[in-house]
């Protein structure tokens, strides 16, 4: 049994029983949703007292220096006090985000084990099957065809992995802009992508290094309500097509053509979607349909 001091209540846990559970037997309103470690919405911090190596296992090095774990996969070594994450939050910049590098340090290792893009693919085309029929998840994909959210996913984890140059998208907190996505369907998404890791035969400990690399942006795509799209300093409304002179290369969302940087395009605010100057005609009558 173990100690746990959190917000003013001291309570013991029983035997084997984990930090999370603890709370719940005590009627403790924490947050949480998957109760295995694959959501992190449950992260809190140690402000004194061991934490199990297991409490961290899926956290990233930086994470893990702070002192955060998951109650969920917590048994206690020894006593703890606690304290919430939102504490270490408010401590955070709100500009904290624009200090982050676009991309996490890239991983050979990871490529490898994906037979450079082979083994990719296979997991890709069988996560993108099932997303396309999922009632929770393929309202989000609406309008979108599966082989160009295949192609696009490719080209980031590749951009990831490796470091090349690959991906002419949008990155994430822009791409997901305008979608409500709460932590259930973040860990819902989550838990389809690991079962078709699984299915490939994508190794656990490599297949918990993609999710890690997902998780980097985790903080750009969950959130309550739709955020204005940025473009440099300045933030787009969500809804109606504007015209932009991008500086840096993308991919028409149209004919999927290669829009080089400097050229003039048009994009839907909501949405992000961008087409170029020769598909800009067609966006113009499809105003009321998006």
């Not at 930086?62 to 048994?75: A, D, K, M, S, Y």
């Not at 997303?131 to 295949?150: A, C, E, K, N």
């Not at 996505?181 to 699984?198: N, P, Q, V």
């Not at 087409?275 to 966006?283: E, H, L, M, P, V």
Request: proline share 5%.
């Amino acid at each position: 049994m173990a100690k746990i001091s959190y917000q003013g209540q001291t309570f013991n846990t029983l035997e084997g029983e984990k930090v999370l559970n603890a709370y719940l037997r005590q009627g403790i309103t924490v947050p949480f949703s998957c109760r295995n470690g694959v959501c992190h919405s449950c992260k809190q911090i140690c402000a004194s007292g061991s934490i199990p190596v297991e409490a961290q296992k899926s956290l990233s090095a930086t994470e893990r220096e702070q002192g955060i774990f998951l109650p969920c996969v917590c048994v206690p070594a020894g006593d703890m006090e606690i304290k919430p994450f939102s504490e270490l939050k408010n401590l955070a910049s709100k500009d904290a985000s624009s200090t982050r590098p676009k991309y996490p340090p890239p991983d050979l290792e990871l490529w490898a084990a994906l037979e450079e893009g082979q083994l990719l693919t296979v997991i890709l085309k069988d996560f993108y099957s099932r997303v396309y029929q999922d009632p929770l998840l393929s309202p989000y994909f609406h309008g979108t065809t599966m082989q160009r959210s295949i192609e696009k996913v490719y080209s980031f984890m590749r951009q990831i992995c490796t470091g090349e140059n690959t991906f002419f998208g949008e990155r994430p907190k822009n791409a997901h802009h305008w979608m409500v996505i709460s932590e259930e369907i973040f860990s819902h998404r989550e838990a389809l992508m690991i079962d078709c890791h699984r299915r490939a035969g994508l190794s656990e400990a490599m297949s918990e290094r993609w999710m890690a690399m997902e998780r980097y942006y985790k903080q750009d795509i969950v959130k309550s309500e739709p955020w204005k799209r940025d473009f440099g300093n300045t933030s787009l409304p969500l809804e109606g097509f504007e015209e932009l002179i991008i500086d840096s290369g993308t991919i028409c969302d149209g004919c999927g053509g290669v829009i080089e940087a400097g050229e003039n395009v048009k994009y839907h605010l909501r949405l992000g979607t961008v087409y170029c100057s020769r598909c800009n005609d067609q966006t113009t009558g499809n105003n009321n349909h998006l």
